[in-house]
Structure formats: C-alpha cells, structure tokens
C-alpha cells in the first residue's frame, strides 16, 4: 500500500511539475524585433541647405506638438538648430523668405526643417498638426521670431 500511494505522489509532482513549466511558457512574452520604418534621414533641410553642426553645450531634446488653425500662416521666424516636423493631420507649406522656395508637406510625412533661414509655415483647408522635435541645447529657444514679428507659438 506504501508503494501505491508513492506512486501516486511521483504522478503528482511530475503532473505538477509539467504544469508549471505549461503556465511559465504561456505567461513568457515573446521576443522578436519591431518593424523600423525611416521617416526621415537627412544632411540638409528641406531649401537644400546643409546642417554644418549641432550647437555646442549640453543636449536637450524637445518634442512639441503644434497646431495651425485653417488658413492660417505662422510668423516669418528661424530655429537655432536642427529640428524635424511630422505632420500628424492636415498639411504644410513651408516658404522660404529669402529664396522664395516652398515645399508643401501632408499627412504621414515628415521634413527637415531650416536652421538659421527665415521661414514659415501655411496651413491649408483644415487644421494643421505637427509634432516637431528640436535637437538643441539646455536653455537655448527653439523658434526665434525675425525682426518685427510674433512668436511662431
């Protein structure tokens, strides 16, 4: 009889045993690699001048998420250093003062923005919104307006 009810209790373990290697297998998250897809590598911004260095002085990345009302142009302004803009909804046109360029930006894509260069963005039929990250310095802005006008936000 001894032998019986050890037999039972080896069954048990090993029944037990399987079990929690079962549930440890299940309860395991899957390790696998993300899908990358690049929105944007550049060496120069969209008016084709080239970024020639990042600002000196500790990092601060900014991320902002702006939006533009229809119809609506933001003040003539520059960016101190490289920054990217995805458009989330709407689109962009982007005008160059100096040269007179422009490039127009929808949905789902993104750009290079101009360092040092008066610009400025123009929503179109509906609302604009962006998210712009900067790649500055602590402390430093990142839109300066041009001589005589209002902040950009």
């Not at 549930?23 to 990358?36: D, E, F, I, P, Y």
């Not at 790649?135 to 300066?144: F, K, L, Q, R, Y």
């Amino acid at each position: 009889m001894t032998f019986k009810y050890r037999s039972i209790g080896i069954t048990a373990i090993f029944a037990t045993a399987a079990l929690t290697a079962t549930l440890a297998q299940t309860l395991t998250k899957s390790v696998a690699s993300g899908h990358r897809e690049i929105l944007l590598q550049t060496t120069q911004s969209w008016n084709g001048k080239p970024y020639t260095h990042y600002p000196t002085g500790q990092p601060q990345l900014t991320t902002i998420k702006l939006t533009i009302a229809p119809h609506t142009a933001l003040p003539w302004h520059t960016h101190p250093f490289p920054n990217v803009v995805y458009v989330l909804s709407g689109t962009l046109k982007l005008h160059d003062k100096t040269s007179g360029k422009t490039q127009v930006v929808h949905q789902g894509q993104a750009v290079g923005e101009s360092v040092d260069d008066v610009h400025r963005g123009e929503s179109g039929d509906e609302p604009t919104v962006l998210l712009i990250t900067y790649a500055g310095t602590s402390g430093a802005p990142t839109s300066v307006p041009a001589e005589g006008e209002r902040a950009e936000y």
